[in-house]
């Protein structure tokens, strides 16, 4: 049985995601740790984060963990805080799902996020159902740090050139939806010298200003006050502000996949090292790290497997095409508010954000799903159909497909009966055809025995 899927536990809170249920994660942690050690928890603004969060301290503590909660605090300021005091943290935050939802994220020692094979572990400790009680005067020392974000804003202070981005006196428009970013965002670039607007920086768990999914759609009103104030920059965080995107000074939202690439350039520039993204990822990585004459690494979908392997090559810069950067000087997770000082740190040379943006590779994207009966056995076929058609393969994870003028991604969801299609080229209409011959692909594989 599973209990972690790509980002931790995630349901609908109280329903999915219970109190009871936070209590035995908590203390199945406290037993893979041995009931050694100290923890620390926070969680994101959502209405049901003091609940799960008070369950998980009670589980920890009568695990034998000692905790320290650090109240509200955005997953990386979280993670900052467990790699410098705690040796393992657990995070209550939904991310960008919405309202009713919430989840239980792990993470280890060194402020990454849980390996896959801890959570395992874990997981057999959960559905067992023995883990460790500690007798009464054993169980946990409790310690509330209302520091965390403080401490984490410092730090992020010393990864970039906070002088020079100073001596610009940025205006900077930040819509922070309500979410933990709400804590951290607007006071970080207050001490980097920007005239700072919000929008949605209330912290709210009922998310009265929209949804925490920063889709371009929902930021309307950030790109229209960004135009009329005549920002250099607008700025929208998710729920709990790992991930970031961004607003050039004309109003038009920042492709994700476009900011990836020029932070890419940026890093490589001062600091030539290899790179890491997932495979789902556009071509223009491969573009800029061929440009460089550094190696790029494709990874499996997901931000721990990309951390894991900017570790393992000592990349200089990674990340993933949603708006979740890792910069390795700082720490080995995604992180929304580092990556939004690092875009102020390149704007301090002079270019503005529309320019930036068009000194990056342009490629065309088109995409669709298919429902499948038979993901694992249809993916099998999928693979030996690739094979046949003698192109370069990547089977890291689905198949992806490179042909000479772009390529193609089938994968299967994580979390759905779904299989995705993902296509890339030069124009609009090459990367629809290769998303067609994509699904006649994937079609002929489902039907065939
Ligand atoms: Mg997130």
Redesign the pocket.
Known sequence: MRLFGTNGVRGRANEDITPEMATRIAKSLGSYMKSKGTVAIGCDTRISGPMLKAAAIAGALSAGLKVIDVGIAP?PSVQYYVRDYADAGIVITA??NPREYNGIKLIAGDGSEFPRAGEREIEKIYFSGKYVTVSWEKTGEFQTDPGANAYYIKNILHSVDADLIRGRRFKVVVDTGCGAGALTLPFLLRELGCEVLTLGAQPDGTFPWRNPEPLPEALQELSELVKKTGADLGAAH???A??IVFIDEKGEFVNEEVLLSLMAQYVLKKNKGPLVTPVSSSQRMADVAAAAGVKLYWTAVGSINVARKMMEVDAVFGGEGNGGLIFPEHQYCRDGAMACAKLLEILAGGKRVSELTKSVPVYYNAKTKLPSKALAATMEKVKAKALELGLKTDTTDGVKLWFEDGWILIRPSGTEPIFRIFAEAKTQARAEELMKQGLEILKKSEGSE
């Open positions: 997953t991310s960008h998710d729920g709990d790992d991930r």
